[in-house]
T-cell receptor, first 115, second 109 residues
Framework: GAGVSQTPSNKVTEKGKYVELRCDPISGHTALYWYRQSLGQGPEFLIYFQGTGAADDSGLPNDRFFAVRPEGSVSTLKIQRTERGDSAVYLC?????????????FGPGTRLTVL | DQQVKQNSPSLSVQEGRISILNCDYTNSMFDYFLWYKKYPAEGPTFLISISSIKDKNEDGRFTVFLNKSAKHLSLHIVPSQPGDSAVYFCAASASDMRFGAGTRLTVKP
């Protein structure tokens, strides 16, 4: 069956530009998560959606980062005025219900490079 | 604040032997612990989990042990196979999920 997909797989942009990263979760999964993984680190939580609403956005580093999930399926992570420190792999995951212990299934990630 | 720590960045084991990956955590509110495996250019793949009310969970060659008093968990792989070579992340869940930095396991034929 189709897993979590993310596009693009790689994105190179210049400092100050705006980028959008897309995540297609597993069909029927109500919970969707965004993580950021820097080199040599584990994934770092950014935001969690339950359906269309952001249930927890405490991991977003600042107001340049924003995410939406308007129809409760596809999600877009938006980064304004990109900085070199934003360079990382951005991972998306989905789970069936978002409950405790619910397995999260990850996409392959989008590697963002800010020059 | 690093609430989940994997202090060994790498581990090398001979094929057929046991691999033991360790993880420590600081937040006693974590109620689920998970191990993920990651190959290059792929997202992490769920491997095995354990609830905080248990101290052991086994699935084939993989066993996770939880010591709540020590705030420590470990993943045992036995026997280790070359295909197990990957980066292993420990994760702990409360309201959100926190990951360790990962341990790169190399299983030599």
């Amino acid at each position: 069956g189709a897993g979590v997909s993310q596009t693009p797989s790689n994105k190179v942009t210049e400092k100050g530009k705006y980028v959008e990263l897309r995540c297609d979760p597993i069909s029927g999964h109500t919970a969707l998560y965004w993580y950021r993984q820097s080199l040599g680190q584990g994934p770092e939580f950014l935001i969690y959606f339950q359906g269309t609403g952001a249930a927890d956005d405490s991991g977003l580093p600042n107001d340049r980062f924003f995410a939406v999930r308007p129809e409760g399926s596809v999600s877009t992570l938006k980064i304004q005025r990109t900085e070199r420190g934003d360079s990382a792999v951005y991972l998306c995951a989905s789970s069936l219900s978002g409950g405790p212990g619910d397995t999260q299934y990850f996409g392959p990630g989008t590697r963002l490079t800010v020059l | 604040d690093q609430q989940v720590k994997q202090n060994s960045p790498s581990l090398s084991v001979q094929e057929g032997r046991i691999s033991i990956l360790n993880c420590d955590y600081t937040n006693s509110m974590f109620d689920y612990f998970l191990w993920y495996k990651k190959y290059p250019a792929e997202g992490p793949t769920f491997l095995i989990s354990i609830s905080s009310i248990k101290d052991k969970n086994e699935d084939g060659r993989f066993t996770v042990f939880l010591n709540k008093s020590a705030k420590h968990l470990s993943l045992h792989i036995v026997p280790s196979q070359p295909g197990d070579s990957a980066v292993y992340f420990c994760a702990a869940s409360a309201s959100d999920m926190r990951f360790g930095a990962g341990t790169r396991l190399t299983v030599k034929p």
